[in-house]
């Protein structure tokens, strides 16, 4: 099982981006993807989470209202829209699954880091004028 995410960049505060996490090494459709971010010198945070089953998303606070998460399983790909972006939401932002959950029609959505066990390699994202 891989992720890769991508879709990364420097935008300016008010502006958008929008994050993929492409999927790869198993079948089926059904997968939960948890986002996390790490900003310079913090820890790694929860950012949004969508259930296997896809019926079940959340986001914390800090971005509820601006960002949201969507899934394309033709292309087994999850993305995470990210609009009014602000210089506090510069970071490295990582995708995540829980290789327990895949294959599962479910509606765990995980917000703790421990409960993913494979991780994409990160994208960077900078918003700063």
């Known amino acids: 099982v891989q992720l890769q995410a991508s879709g990364g960049g420097l935008v300016q505060p008010g502006g958008s981006l929008r994050l993929s996490c492409a999927a790869s090494?198993?079948?089926?459709?059904?997968?939960?993807i948890g986002w996390f971010r790490q900003a310079p010198g913090k820890e790694r945070e929860v950012v949004s989470c969508i259930s296997s089953s896809g019926s079940i998303t959340w986001y914390g606070d800090s971005v509820k209202g601006r960002f949201s998460s969507s899934r394309d399983d033709a292309k087994k790909m999850v993305s995470l829209q990210m609009n009014s972006l602000k210089p506090e939401d510069t970071a490295v932002y990582y995708c995540a699954t829980d290789r327990r959950q895949i294959g599962l029609y479910g509606y765990k959505c995980a917000k703790s880091q421990d409960e993913y066990d494979v991780w994409g390699q990160g994208t960077l994202v900078t918003v700063s004028s």
């Open positions: 090494g198993f079948t089926g459709d059904y997968y939960a």
